[in-house]
Protein backbone atom coordinates (compact mmCIF):
# COMPACT_ATOMS: atom_id res chain seq x y z
CA UNK A 1 0.00 0.00 0.00
CA UNK A 2 1.43 3.54 -0.63
CA UNK A 3 1.45 5.52 2.57
CA UNK A 4 2.62 8.47 0.78
CA UNK A 5 -0.40 8.79 -0.88
CA UNK A 6 -2.18 7.90 1.75
CA UNK A 7 -0.80 10.36 4.50
CA UNK A 8 -1.24 12.94 1.65
CA UNK A 9 -5.09 12.06 1.93
CA UNK A 10 -4.91 12.36 5.66
CA UNK A 11 -3.22 15.85 5.69
CA UNK A 12 -6.12 17.07 2.81
CA UNK A 13 -8.71 16.19 5.08
CA UNK A 14 -7.16 17.35 7.93
CA UNK A 15 -7.04 20.85 6.50
CA UNK A 16 -10.13 20.74 4.34
CA UNK A 17 -13.38 22.52 4.37
CA UNK A 18 -15.33 19.81 6.25
CA UNK A 19 -12.52 19.88 9.19
CA UNK A 20 -13.18 23.80 8.91
CA UNK A 21 -16.92 23.15 9.09
CA UNK A 22 -16.71 21.03 12.40
CA UNK A 23 -14.30 23.14 13.76
CA UNK A 24 -16.44 26.01 13.14
CA UNK A 25 -19.60 24.75 14.52
CA UNK A 26 -17.65 22.56 17.53
CA UNK A 27 -16.87 26.37 18.24
CA UNK A 28 -20.19 27.63 18.93
CA UNK A 29 -20.97 24.43 20.57
CA UNK A 30 -17.84 24.72 22.59
CA UNK A 31 -20.15 28.59 23.24
CA UNK A 32 -22.99 26.76 24.36
CA UNK A 33 -21.71 23.70 26.62
CA UNK A 34 -18.25 24.83 27.59
CA UNK A 35 -18.60 27.85 28.47
CA UNK A 36 -22.73 28.25 29.58
CA UNK A 37 -23.77 24.44 29.99
CA UNK A 38 -26.27 24.08 27.21
CA UNK A 39 -26.96 20.96 26.12
CA UNK A 40 -27.51 21.72 22.56
CA UNK A 41 -28.53 18.64 20.56
CA UNK A 42 -29.08 20.60 17.51
CA UNK A 43 -26.53 22.30 15.77
CA UNK A 44 -26.31 20.12 12.46
CA UNK A 45 -29.93 22.48 12.58
CA UNK A 46 -27.68 25.65 12.39
CA UNK A 47 -25.26 24.37 10.03
CA UNK A 48 -28.15 23.04 7.56
CA UNK A 49 -30.07 26.66 8.18
CA UNK A 50 -26.84 28.94 7.31
CA UNK A 51 -26.14 26.52 4.55
CA UNK A 52 -29.83 27.18 3.04
CA UNK A 53 -29.85 31.01 4.47
CA UNK A 54 -26.47 31.52 2.11
CA UNK A 55 -27.46 29.25 -1.02
CA UNK A 56 -30.87 30.35 -1.37
CA UNK A 57 -29.94 34.42 -1.12
CA UNK A 58 -27.28 33.91 -3.91
CA UNK A 59 -29.49 31.86 -6.10
CA UNK A 60 -32.07 34.83 -5.69
CA UNK A 61 -29.04 37.21 -7.15
CA UNK A 62 -27.67 38.85 -3.91
CA UNK A 63 -24.11 39.50 -3.40
CA UNK A 64 -21.86 37.58 -1.60
CA UNK A 65 -21.99 39.49 1.64
CA UNK A 66 -25.42 39.66 2.30
CA UNK A 67 -26.09 36.77 0.92
CA UNK A 68 -23.67 35.73 3.91
CA UNK A 69 -25.75 37.86 6.48
CA UNK A 70 -29.18 36.36 5.66
CA UNK A 71 -27.37 32.81 6.59
CA UNK A 72 -25.93 35.10 9.73
CA UNK A 73 -29.96 36.29 10.02
CA UNK A 74 -31.39 32.81 10.15
CA UNK A 75 -29.54 31.24 12.31
CA UNK A 76 -30.34 34.17 15.02
CA UNK A 77 -33.66 33.87 14.25
CA UNK A 78 -33.76 29.88 14.60
CA UNK A 79 -32.12 30.51 17.86
CA UNK A 80 -34.22 32.88 19.56
CA UNK A 81 -37.28 30.68 18.57
CA UNK A 82 -35.65 28.11 20.41
CA UNK A 83 -34.40 29.65 23.29
CA UNK A 84 -37.08 32.08 24.41
CA UNK A 85 -39.74 29.78 25.05
CA UNK A 86 -37.59 26.82 26.53
CA UNK A 87 -34.06 29.06 27.83
CA UNK A 88 -36.65 29.42 31.34
CA UNK A 89 -36.66 25.46 31.90
CA UNK A 90 -34.79 23.28 33.19
CA UNK A 91 -31.36 22.48 30.77
CA UNK A 92 -32.82 19.23 29.34
CA UNK A 93 -36.08 20.58 27.67
CA UNK A 94 -33.48 22.11 25.42
CA UNK A 95 -31.84 18.89 24.54
CA UNK A 96 -35.24 18.12 23.53
CA UNK A 97 -36.40 20.87 21.51
CA UNK A 98 -32.96 21.52 19.56
CA UNK A 99 -33.14 18.14 18.18
CA UNK A 100 -36.18 17.93 17.22
CA UNK A 101 -36.20 21.46 15.85
CA UNK A 102 -32.76 20.86 13.61
CA UNK A 103 -35.17 17.61 12.50
CA UNK A 104 -37.79 19.89 11.03
CA UNK A 105 -35.35 22.30 9.55
CA UNK A 106 -34.29 19.00 7.68
CA UNK A 107 -37.34 18.00 6.70
CA UNK A 108 -38.57 20.79 5.57
CA UNK A 109 -35.77 21.28 3.65
CA UNK A 110 -36.39 17.93 1.89
CA UNK A 111 -39.79 18.38 1.40
CA UNK A 112 -41.35 18.07 -2.23
CA UNK A 113 -43.78 21.36 -1.60
CA UNK A 114 -40.08 23.53 -1.36
CA UNK A 115 -38.55 21.48 -4.45
CA UNK A 116 -38.25 25.34 -5.88
CA UNK A 117 -36.71 26.64 -3.17
CA UNK A 118 -34.70 23.89 -1.20
CA UNK A 119 -34.54 21.64 -4.13
CA UNK A 120 -36.08 18.93 -1.98
CA UNK A 121 -34.25 15.77 -0.79
CA UNK A 122 -31.85 16.37 -3.81
CA UNK A 123 -30.69 19.99 -2.50
CA UNK A 124 -29.49 22.67 -4.26
CA UNK A 125 -26.05 22.08 -6.61
CA UNK A 126 -23.19 23.76 -5.52
CA UNK A 127 -23.06 25.45 -9.56
CA UNK A 128 -25.80 26.96 -8.60
CA UNK A 129 -24.65 29.35 -5.71
CA UNK A 130 -21.03 28.80 -5.48
CA UNK A 131 -20.13 31.71 -8.20
CA UNK A 132 -20.19 34.60 -5.84
CA UNK A 133 -17.87 33.13 -3.39
CA UNK A 134 -15.63 31.92 -6.42
CA UNK A 135 -15.58 35.27 -8.20
CA UNK A 136 -14.91 36.77 -4.85
CA UNK A 137 -10.98 35.19 -5.05
CA UNK A 138 -7.96 37.63 -6.11
CA UNK A 139 -6.31 34.61 -7.28
CA UNK A 140 -6.20 33.82 -10.70
CA UNK A 141 -7.90 30.01 -11.62
CA UNK A 142 -5.96 27.15 -12.29
CA UNK A 143 -4.88 24.07 -10.79
CA UNK A 144 -1.87 24.91 -7.85
CA UNK A 145 -0.14 22.81 -5.66
CA UNK A 146 1.28 22.96 -2.13
CA UNK A 147 3.36 20.62 -0.85
CA UNK A 148 2.20 17.28 -1.64
CA UNK A 149 -1.60 18.81 -1.86
CA UNK A 150 -2.74 19.92 -5.21
CA UNK A 151 -6.04 21.53 -5.46
CA UNK A 152 -7.85 23.86 -7.74
CA UNK A 153 -7.23 27.84 -6.60
CA UNK A 154 -10.75 28.74 -6.90
CA UNK A 155 -13.37 26.10 -7.67
CA UNK A 156 -15.52 23.69 -4.85
CA UNK A 157 -12.80 22.42 -2.49
CA UNK A 158 -10.62 25.16 -3.33
CA UNK A 159 -7.15 26.45 -1.90
CA UNK A 160 -9.20 29.78 -1.56
CA UNK A 161 -11.75 28.28 0.41
CA UNK A 162 -9.16 27.14 3.03
CA UNK A 163 -8.26 30.18 2.83
CA UNK A 164 -11.48 31.75 3.87
CA UNK A 165 -12.34 29.04 5.81
CA UNK A 166 -9.38 29.06 8.16
CA UNK A 167 -9.17 33.00 8.50
CA UNK A 168 -12.80 32.24 9.87
CA UNK A 169 -12.20 29.65 12.15
CA UNK A 170 -8.92 31.77 13.86
CA UNK A 171 -11.57 34.85 14.14
CA UNK A 172 -14.15 32.41 15.68
CA UNK A 173 -10.87 31.29 18.10
CA UNK A 174 -10.07 35.16 18.83
CA UNK A 175 -13.98 35.88 19.23
CA UNK A 176 -13.82 33.04 22.12
CA UNK A 177 -10.44 33.88 23.66
CA UNK A 178 -11.74 38.03 23.96
CA UNK A 179 -15.03 36.38 25.37
CA UNK A 180 -13.34 33.46 27.94
CA UNK A 181 -11.56 36.19 30.15
CA UNK A 182 -14.51 38.84 29.52
CA UNK A 183 -16.80 39.78 32.70
CA UNK A 184 -19.78 38.65 30.06
CA UNK A 185 -17.79 35.12 29.64
CA UNK A 186 -17.79 34.98 33.46
CA UNK A 187 -21.11 35.63 34.04
CA UNK A 188 -21.38 32.44 30.95
CA UNK A 189 -19.35 30.53 33.39
CA UNK A 190 -21.23 31.02 36.79
CA UNK A 191 -24.78 29.90 34.73
CA UNK A 192 -22.67 26.41 34.05
CA UNK A 193 -22.01 26.14 37.44
CA UNK A 194 -25.51 27.20 39.11
CA UNK A 195 -27.68 29.39 37.34
CA UNK A 196 -29.50 30.46 40.27
CA UNK A 197 -26.59 31.66 42.26
CA UNK A 198 -26.00 34.20 39.26
CA UNK A 199 -29.29 35.02 39.46
CA UNK A 200 -29.58 35.89 42.95
CA UNK A 201 -26.33 37.80 42.29
CA UNK A 202 -28.34 40.14 40.45
CA UNK A 203 -27.81 38.73 36.84
CA UNK A 204 -30.90 38.71 34.43
CA UNK A 205 -29.71 34.34 33.26
CA UNK A 206 -32.19 34.54 30.83
CA UNK A 207 -30.78 37.30 28.85
CA UNK A 208 -27.53 35.93 28.80
CA UNK A 209 -28.63 32.39 27.58
CA UNK A 210 -30.44 33.56 24.98
CA UNK A 211 -27.28 35.49 23.75
CA UNK A 212 -24.80 32.53 24.13
CA UNK A 213 -27.94 30.50 22.20
CA UNK A 214 -27.34 32.90 19.50
CA UNK A 215 -23.71 33.81 19.28
CA UNK A 216 -22.92 29.88 19.24
CA UNK A 217 -25.67 29.19 16.71
CA UNK A 218 -24.27 31.98 14.14
CA UNK A 219 -20.49 30.30 14.73
CA UNK A 220 -22.79 26.90 13.66
CA UNK A 221 -24.51 28.71 10.62
CA UNK A 222 -20.73 29.60 9.20
CA UNK A 223 -20.05 26.51 9.34
CA UNK A 224 -22.34 24.97 7.59
CA UNK A 225 -21.86 28.18 4.72
CA UNK A 226 -17.95 26.66 4.36
CA UNK A 227 -19.38 22.82 3.93
CA UNK A 228 -21.97 24.07 1.56
CA UNK A 229 -19.66 25.74 -0.62
CA UNK A 230 -17.29 22.83 -0.69
CA UNK A 231 -19.79 20.97 -2.02
CA UNK A 232 -23.62 21.29 -2.16
CA UNK A 233 -26.34 21.94 0.06
CA UNK A 234 -28.00 18.49 0.57
CA UNK A 235 -30.06 18.15 3.76
CA UNK A 236 -29.72 14.62 4.60
CA UNK A 237 -25.97 15.16 5.02
CA UNK A 238 -26.79 18.04 7.62
CA UNK A 239 -28.52 15.30 9.82
CA UNK A 240 -28.65 14.08 13.35
CA UNK A 241 -25.09 12.11 12.98
CA UNK A 242 -23.36 15.88 11.99
CA UNK A 243 -24.01 16.99 15.72
CA UNK A 244 -22.91 14.00 16.92
CA UNK A 245 -19.79 14.18 15.21
CA UNK A 246 -19.61 18.05 16.82
CA UNK A 247 -19.97 16.81 20.16
CA UNK A 248 -17.56 14.35 19.58
CA UNK A 249 -15.04 16.95 18.49
CA UNK A 250 -15.50 19.13 21.02
CA UNK A 251 -15.13 16.31 24.17
CA UNK A 252 -12.18 15.37 22.24
CA UNK A 253 -10.55 19.01 21.61
CA UNK A 254 -11.74 19.75 25.11
CA UNK A 255 -14.89 22.08 25.92
CA UNK A 256 -14.08 25.08 27.74
CA UNK A 257 -10.97 25.77 26.22
CA UNK A 258 -9.96 27.93 22.68
CA UNK A 259 -8.78 26.15 20.71
CA UNK A 260 -9.80 22.54 21.59
CA UNK A 261 -12.75 22.29 18.92
CA UNK A 262 -10.24 22.98 16.11
CA UNK A 263 -7.57 20.32 17.20
CA UNK A 264 -10.40 17.98 17.28
CA UNK A 265 -11.56 18.29 13.85
CA UNK A 266 -8.27 18.11 12.82
CA UNK A 267 -7.59 14.91 14.67
CA UNK A 268 -11.16 13.64 14.23
CA UNK A 269 -10.93 13.92 10.54
CA UNK A 270 -7.43 12.85 10.25
CA UNK A 271 -7.84 10.13 12.29
CA UNK A 272 -11.61 9.09 10.23
CA UNK A 273 -9.35 9.06 6.93
CA UNK A 274 -6.14 7.11 7.88
CA UNK A 275 -7.82 4.66 9.73
CA UNK A 276 -10.23 3.70 6.47
CA UNK A 277 -7.22 3.95 4.27
CA UNK A 278 -4.98 1.64 6.36
CA UNK A 279 -7.87 -0.99 6.16
CA UNK A 280 -8.29 -0.47 2.72
CA UNK A 281 -4.81 -1.22 1.77
CA UNK A 282 -4.20 -4.04 4.58
CA UNK A 283 -7.43 -5.62 4.43
CA UNK A 284 -7.95 -8.31 1.20
CA UNK A 285 -11.13 -6.75 -0.43
CA UNK A 286 -12.83 -10.10 -0.28
CA UNK A 287 -12.42 -10.10 3.35
CA UNK A 288 -14.07 -6.60 3.84
CA UNK A 289 -15.47 -4.67 0.93
CA UNK A 290 -14.62 -0.99 0.56
CA UNK A 291 -18.31 -0.56 1.28
CA UNK A 292 -17.75 -2.21 4.97
CA UNK A 293 -14.86 -0.31 5.32
CA UNK A 294 -16.66 2.76 5.57
CA UNK A 295 -19.08 2.32 8.40
CA UNK A 296 -16.24 0.36 10.22
CA UNK A 297 -13.88 3.67 9.85
CA UNK A 298 -16.44 5.57 12.25
CA UNK A 299 -16.93 2.69 14.21
CA UNK A 300 -13.13 2.46 14.95
CA UNK A 301 -13.06 5.98 15.32
CA UNK A 302 -16.06 5.63 18.11
CA UNK A 303 -14.00 3.38 20.13
CA UNK A 304 -11.07 5.04 19.95
CA UNK A 305 -13.08 8.07 21.39
CA UNK A 306 -14.47 6.19 23.70
CA UNK A 307 -11.28 4.78 25.48
CA UNK A 308 -9.82 8.44 25.03
CA UNK A 309 -13.34 10.16 26.96
CA UNK A 310 -12.14 7.09 29.48
CA UNK A 311 -8.50 7.99 30.26
CA UNK A 312 -8.97 11.83 29.23
CA UNK A 313 -12.24 13.20 30.02
CA UNK A 314 -10.98 16.91 29.77
CA UNK A 315 -10.19 16.42 26.33
CA UNK A 316 -6.70 16.93 24.57
CA UNK A 317 -6.65 20.60 25.62
CA UNK A 318 -8.85 20.83 28.71
CA UNK A 319 -7.61 21.44 32.18
CA UNK A 320 -7.74 17.58 34.42
CA UNK A 321 -8.27 19.85 37.61
CA UNK A 322 -11.14 21.54 36.35
CA UNK A 323 -12.98 18.68 35.41
CA UNK A 324 -11.92 16.43 39.07
CA UNK A 325 -14.19 19.09 40.93
CA UNK A 326 -17.69 17.98 41.09
CA UNK A 327 -20.57 20.15 42.54
CA UNK B 1 -8.12 33.64 65.21
CA UNK B 2 -11.98 33.93 65.24
CA UNK B 3 -12.98 38.00 66.27
CA UNK B 4 -14.43 38.53 69.32
CA UNK B 5 -18.39 39.03 68.35
CA UNK B 6 -18.91 42.66 68.66
CA UNK B 7 -22.25 43.04 70.97
CA UNK B 8 -21.86 46.78 71.15
CA UNK B 9 -22.77 48.70 68.02
CA UNK B 10 -21.13 51.62 67.07
CA UNK B 11 -22.98 52.82 64.05
CA UNK B 12 -25.21 55.44 65.00
CA UNK B 13 -28.26 54.49 62.67
CA UNK B 14 -27.99 50.70 64.42
CA UNK B 15 -28.44 52.46 68.11
CA UNK B 16 -31.04 54.35 66.82
CA UNK B 17 -32.46 51.31 65.65
CA UNK B 18 -32.54 49.02 68.61
CA UNK B 19 -33.70 51.80 70.84
CA UNK B 20 -36.97 52.62 68.60
CA UNK B 21 -37.56 48.79 69.08
CA UNK B 22 -37.16 48.43 72.17
CA UNK B 23 -40.92 50.71 72.29
CA UNK B 24 -42.19 47.91 70.05
CA UNK B 25 -45.13 45.61 70.80
CA UNK B 26 -44.14 41.82 71.17
CA UNK B 27 -46.95 40.39 69.14
CA UNK B 28 -47.11 38.65 65.99
CA UNK B 29 -47.08 40.88 63.03
CA UNK B 30 -46.66 43.86 64.66
CA UNK B 31 -45.50 47.69 62.65
CA UNK B 32 -41.85 48.45 62.89
CA UNK B 33 -40.30 51.90 63.01
CA UNK B 34 -38.16 51.72 60.29
CA UNK B 35 -39.22 49.01 58.09
CA UNK B 36 -37.40 47.77 55.39
CA UNK B 37 -38.99 44.38 54.05
CA UNK B 38 -43.09 44.49 54.56
CA UNK B 39 -44.49 41.72 53.53
CA UNK B 40 -48.48 41.19 53.45
CA UNK B 41 -50.94 38.40 53.28
CA UNK B 42 -47.80 36.07 51.68
CA UNK B 43 -49.82 32.64 51.06
CA UNK B 44 -47.95 29.48 49.24
CA UNK B 45 -49.85 26.16 48.84
CA UNK B 46 -47.73 23.11 48.18
CA UNK B 47 -50.61 20.65 47.30
CA UNK B 48 -53.26 21.59 49.48
CA UNK B 49 -50.48 22.55 52.52
CA UNK B 50 -50.03 25.85 53.09
CA UNK B 51 -46.12 25.84 53.22
CA UNK B 52 -45.61 29.76 53.69
CA UNK B 53 -49.03 32.23 55.65
CA UNK B 54 -47.80 35.02 56.75
CA UNK B 55 -50.29 37.46 56.87
CA UNK B 56 -48.38 40.66 57.80
CA UNK B 57 -44.58 41.19 58.64
CA UNK B 58 -42.10 43.52 59.24
CA UNK B 59 -38.83 43.40 59.18
CA UNK B 60 -36.77 46.31 60.37
CA UNK B 61 -34.02 48.17 58.67
CA UNK B 62 -30.64 48.45 60.26
CA UNK B 63 -30.80 45.44 63.08
CA UNK B 64 -30.20 41.76 62.92
CA UNK B 65 -33.25 39.76 62.40
CA UNK B 66 -33.32 36.55 63.31
CA UNK B 67 -36.17 34.08 61.34
CA UNK B 68 -36.61 30.43 63.10
CA UNK B 69 -39.05 27.86 63.62
CA UNK B 70 -39.10 24.31 63.44
CA UNK B 71 -38.15 21.96 60.48
CA UNK B 72 -40.78 22.57 57.80
CA UNK B 73 -41.89 26.07 59.40
CA UNK B 74 -41.45 27.53 55.78
CA UNK B 75 -38.70 29.66 56.34
CA UNK B 76 -36.56 28.78 53.19
CA UNK B 77 -40.19 28.78 51.25
CA UNK B 78 -40.63 32.64 52.74
CA UNK B 79 -37.32 33.45 51.68
CA UNK B 80 -37.81 32.07 47.86
CA UNK B 81 -40.98 34.16 47.77
CA UNK B 82 -39.59 37.57 49.10
CA UNK B 83 -36.33 37.08 46.48
CA UNK B 84 -38.57 36.31 43.63
CA UNK B 85 -37.16 32.21 43.82
CA UNK B 86 -40.51 31.48 43.66
CA UNK B 87 -44.36 32.44 43.24
CA UNK B 88 -47.04 32.92 46.11
CA UNK B 89 -50.25 32.04 45.33
CA UNK B 90 -51.08 35.74 47.35
CA UNK B 91 -50.19 38.11 48.72
CA UNK B 92 -47.72 41.57 48.39
CA UNK B 93 -44.72 42.90 49.58
CA UNK B 94 -42.34 46.00 49.68
CA UNK B 95 -38.87 46.77 50.03
CA UNK B 96 -37.62 49.60 50.43
CA UNK B 97 -41.03 51.09 49.66
CA UNK B 98 -40.80 49.06 46.56
CA UNK B 99 -43.34 46.41 45.49
CA UNK B 100 -41.78 43.26 44.66
CA UNK B 101 -44.72 41.41 44.25
CA UNK B 102 -44.32 38.92 40.44
CA UNK B 103 -40.50 40.49 40.11
CA UNK B 104 -37.68 38.28 38.64
CA UNK B 105 -35.07 37.28 41.48
CA UNK B 106 -32.36 39.54 39.62
CA UNK B 107 -33.76 42.25 39.27
CA UNK B 108 -35.19 41.97 43.60
CA UNK B 109 -31.26 41.30 44.02
CA UNK B 110 -30.86 44.47 41.98
CA UNK B 111 -33.31 46.28 44.12
CA UNK B 112 -30.62 45.78 47.15
CA UNK B 113 -32.27 42.40 48.88
CA UNK B 114 -29.40 40.17 48.37
CA UNK B 115 -29.51 36.08 49.52
CA UNK B 116 -27.50 33.36 49.83
CA UNK B 117 -28.66 29.38 50.06
CA UNK B 118 -29.11 26.74 52.59
CA UNK B 119 -26.96 24.09 50.26
CA UNK B 120 -24.32 26.39 49.12
CA UNK B 121 -24.10 28.11 45.81
CA UNK B 122 -20.62 27.88 45.50
CA UNK B 123 -19.95 28.33 41.66
CA UNK B 124 -17.47 24.97 41.85
CA UNK B 125 -15.25 25.05 38.70
CA UNK B 126 -14.88 28.73 38.87
CA UNK B 127 -11.49 30.44 41.24
CA UNK B 128 -12.70 32.08 44.18
CA UNK B 129 -11.86 35.18 42.80
CA UNK B 130 -13.82 35.16 39.78
CA UNK B 131 -17.07 34.37 42.27
CA UNK B 132 -16.19 37.44 44.33
CA UNK B 133 -15.89 39.40 40.94
CA UNK B 134 -19.43 38.13 39.68
CA UNK B 135 -20.81 39.74 42.94
CA UNK B 136 -20.24 42.96 41.22
CA UNK B 137 -22.87 45.07 39.93
CA UNK B 138 -23.00 47.02 36.65
CA UNK B 139 -20.80 45.34 34.62
CA UNK B 140 -19.49 47.10 31.79
CA UNK B 141 -17.98 44.29 30.26
CA UNK B 142 -20.87 42.04 31.04
CA UNK B 143 -22.53 43.38 27.36
CA UNK B 144 -21.95 40.73 24.91
CA UNK B 145 -20.33 43.80 22.28
CA UNK B 146 -18.50 45.63 25.27
CA UNK B 147 -17.05 42.09 26.39
CA UNK B 148 -14.90 42.08 23.12
CA UNK B 149 -13.29 45.48 24.00
CA UNK B 150 -11.28 45.44 26.90
CA UNK B 151 -10.11 49.17 27.12
CA UNK B 152 -14.16 49.61 27.82
CA UNK B 153 -14.35 47.34 31.06
CA UNK B 154 -10.08 47.39 32.19
CA UNK B 155 -10.56 49.99 34.80
CA UNK B 156 -14.19 49.10 36.12
CA UNK B 157 -12.43 45.63 36.24
CA UNK B 158 -9.39 46.45 38.31
CA UNK B 159 -11.76 48.14 41.17
CA UNK B 160 -13.83 45.08 41.35
CA UNK B 161 -10.98 42.79 41.63
CA UNK B 162 -9.53 45.30 44.59
CA UNK B 163 -13.19 45.02 46.41
CA UNK B 164 -13.28 41.55 45.83
CA UNK B 165 -9.69 41.28 47.52
CA UNK B 166 -10.38 43.56 50.48
CA UNK B 167 -13.83 41.41 51.12
CA UNK B 168 -11.65 38.06 50.48
CA UNK B 169 -9.14 39.80 53.46
CA UNK B 170 -11.82 40.64 56.00
CA UNK B 171 -13.16 36.97 55.13
CA UNK B 172 -10.14 35.38 55.70
CA UNK B 173 -9.69 33.63 52.51
CA UNK B 174 -7.37 36.06 50.55
CA UNK B 175 -4.94 33.23 49.94
CA UNK B 176 -7.42 31.16 48.44
CA UNK B 177 -7.83 33.60 46.12
CA UNK B 178 -7.05 31.33 42.57
CA UNK B 179 -8.18 28.44 44.02
CA UNK B 180 -11.36 26.38 42.57
CA UNK B 181 -14.50 27.28 44.61
CA UNK B 182 -15.01 23.71 44.47
CA UNK B 183 -11.78 22.68 46.41
CA UNK B 184 -13.03 24.96 49.52
CA UNK B 185 -14.54 23.67 52.44
CA UNK B 186 -18.09 23.86 53.80
CA UNK B 187 -17.69 26.54 55.70
CA UNK B 188 -15.18 28.57 53.46
CA UNK B 189 -17.89 28.08 51.07
CA UNK B 190 -20.14 30.08 53.57
CA UNK B 191 -17.82 32.58 53.87
CA UNK B 192 -17.12 32.90 50.24
CA UNK B 193 -20.80 32.84 49.17
CA UNK B 194 -21.69 36.09 51.73
CA UNK B 195 -18.55 37.31 50.93
CA UNK B 196 -19.75 37.46 47.34
CA UNK B 197 -23.26 38.28 47.82
CA UNK B 198 -21.87 41.37 49.49
CA UNK B 199 -19.81 42.51 46.26
CA UNK B 200 -23.08 44.41 45.38
CA UNK B 201 -23.42 46.58 48.63
CA UNK B 202 -26.95 45.21 49.47
CA UNK B 203 -28.93 47.24 51.75
CA UNK B 204 -30.32 43.31 53.23
CA UNK B 205 -28.78 40.44 53.31
CA UNK B 206 -31.09 37.50 53.93
CA UNK B 207 -28.48 34.21 54.83
CA UNK B 208 -30.57 31.07 54.77
CA UNK B 209 -28.74 28.86 57.55
CA UNK B 210 -25.49 30.46 57.47
CA UNK B 211 -24.44 27.99 60.07
CA UNK B 212 -25.71 24.61 58.65
CA UNK B 213 -22.49 22.42 58.34
CA UNK B 214 -19.99 25.30 59.67
CA UNK B 215 -17.05 23.86 61.53
CA UNK B 216 -17.21 25.37 65.34
CA UNK B 217 -13.75 27.06 64.94
CA UNK B 218 -15.49 28.96 62.05
CA UNK B 219 -18.69 29.42 63.94
CA UNK B 220 -17.05 32.13 66.12
CA UNK B 221 -15.59 34.01 63.14
CA UNK B 222 -18.29 34.06 60.84
CA UNK B 223 -21.08 35.61 63.69
CA UNK B 224 -18.33 38.40 63.84
CA UNK B 225 -18.98 38.71 60.55
CA UNK B 226 -22.30 39.34 60.34
CA UNK B 227 -22.53 41.51 63.41
CA UNK B 228 -19.87 43.75 61.74
CA UNK B 229 -22.32 43.83 58.39
CA UNK B 230 -25.02 45.39 60.60
CA UNK B 231 -22.47 47.75 62.40
CA UNK B 232 -21.48 48.74 58.55
CA UNK B 233 -25.41 49.75 57.77
CA UNK B 234 -26.25 46.45 56.55
CA UNK B 235 -29.70 45.17 57.26
CA UNK B 236 -29.71 41.28 57.90
CA UNK B 237 -32.33 38.96 58.13
CA UNK B 238 -31.74 35.43 58.56
CA UNK B 239 -32.95 32.08 58.90
CA UNK B 240 -31.34 29.86 61.23
CA UNK B 241 -31.67 26.50 63.65
CA UNK B 242 -28.42 27.46 66.13
CA UNK B 243 -30.03 28.70 69.11
CA UNK B 244 -27.11 29.37 71.12
CA UNK B 245 -26.09 32.05 67.49
CA UNK B 246 -29.78 33.69 67.45
CA UNK B 247 -29.53 34.71 70.87
CA UNK B 248 -26.34 36.06 70.70
CA UNK B 249 -26.31 37.95 67.67
CA UNK B 250 -29.99 39.22 66.75
CA UNK B 251 -31.89 42.14 67.79
CA UNK B 252 -35.33 40.82 67.08
CA UNK B 253 -36.48 37.48 66.31
CA UNK B 254 -39.34 36.00 64.38
CA UNK B 255 -40.76 32.78 65.03
CA UNK B 256 -42.76 30.67 61.99
CA UNK B 257 -44.49 27.35 62.99
CA UNK B 258 -46.56 26.11 59.79
CA UNK B 259 -46.18 28.69 57.85
CA UNK B 260 -47.45 31.34 59.74
CA UNK B 261 -45.79 33.79 62.12
CA UNK B 262 -46.36 32.81 65.80
CA UNK B 263 -44.34 35.23 67.95
CA UNK B 264 -41.83 37.91 67.79
CA UNK B 265 -39.88 39.56 69.72
CA UNK B 266 -36.30 40.44 71.63
CA UNK B 267 -34.22 37.18 71.71
CA UNK B 268 -34.17 36.42 75.17
CA UNK B 269 -38.58 36.99 75.51
CA UNK B 270 -39.29 35.65 72.62
CA UNK B 271 -37.25 32.02 73.63
CA UNK B 272 -39.65 32.03 77.05
CA UNK B 273 -42.72 32.55 75.08
CA UNK B 274 -45.01 29.44 75.21
CA UNK B 275 -45.87 29.49 71.77
CA UNK B 276 -42.22 29.12 70.62
CA UNK B 277 -41.65 25.85 73.08
CA UNK B 278 -44.72 24.96 71.82
CA UNK B 279 -43.43 25.03 68.15
CA UNK B 280 -40.57 23.81 68.99
CA UNK B 281 -42.29 20.99 71.78
CA UNK B 282 -40.63 17.70 70.13
CA UNK B 283 -37.26 18.19 69.43
CA UNK B 284 -36.04 21.35 71.80
CA UNK B 285 -38.39 20.19 74.73
CA UNK B 286 -36.17 19.83 77.31
CA UNK B 287 -33.24 21.94 76.44
CA UNK B 288 -32.84 25.05 77.58
CA UNK B 289 -32.99 27.49 73.86
CA UNK B 290 -29.88 29.33 74.09
CA UNK B 291 -28.52 28.16 77.54
CA UNK B 292 -25.15 30.36 77.96
CA UNK B 293 -23.14 27.68 79.50
CA UNK B 294 -23.69 25.41 76.09
CA UNK B 295 -22.27 28.28 74.64
CA UNK B 296 -18.95 28.14 76.62
CA UNK B 297 -18.60 24.72 76.18
CA UNK B 298 -19.13 25.28 72.50
CA UNK B 299 -16.54 27.67 73.02
CA UNK B 300 -13.96 25.69 74.68
CA UNK B 301 -14.79 22.80 71.90
CA UNK B 302 -14.34 25.50 68.98
CA UNK B 303 -10.49 26.44 70.78
CA UNK B 304 -9.42 22.46 71.11
CA UNK B 305 -10.77 22.27 66.97
CA UNK B 306 -9.08 25.77 66.50
CA UNK B 307 -5.68 24.29 67.65
CA UNK B 308 -6.48 20.77 66.15
CA UNK B 309 -6.74 23.10 62.73
CA UNK B 310 -3.65 24.85 62.88
CA UNK B 311 -1.78 21.30 63.94
CA UNK B 312 -3.33 20.06 60.73
CA UNK B 313 -1.92 22.95 58.54
CA UNK B 314 1.58 22.90 60.38
CA UNK B 315 1.79 18.76 59.38
CA UNK B 316 1.25 19.77 55.79
Redesign the interface.
Known amino acids: MDFASLLTDVLREATGPTAIAYALAAIGLNIHFGLTGLINMGQAGFMLLGAYGFAISTIAGLPLVVAFLIAIGCAVVFALILGLPTLKLRGDYLAIVTIAAAEIIRFIGRSVGLNDLTGGSQGLLGNQFKYSFEGASPFADGLVAIGPISLQMNASNSWWLRIVGWGLVALACLIVFLLLRSPWGRVLKGIREDEDAVRALGKNVYTFKLQSLVLGGVFGAVGGIVISLASSVQPDSLGRPVTFNTWTILLLGGAATVFGPVLGSILFWAALVLVRGLMRGLIPPDVLSSTEIEPLGFVLVGITLVLLIVFRPQGILGDKKELAING | MAEPIVTDAVNPDVVAARDALRGVAHTPGVAKPTPLLVADGVRRTFGGVNAVDVEHLEVQSNVITALIGPNGAGKTTFFNLM?G?DRPDAGSWTFDGKSLAGV????V??SGM????QLT??????TVL?NM???A?D??????G???L?PL?RKQ?KEVTEKARDLLARFKLDTKESD?A??LSGGQRKLL?MA??L??DPTLVMLDEPMAGVNPALTQSLLGHITALRDSGTSVLFVEHDMHMVRHISDWVVVMAEGKVVAEGPPKEVMDDQAVIDAYLGSHHDTDLGDDSLLEEESVISAEAMAELEAEEEAK
Not at chain 2, 114 to 117: E, Q
Open positions: TFPASRSKVRTFKALSRMERLGRQVGEGMAALRWEFGSERAMS
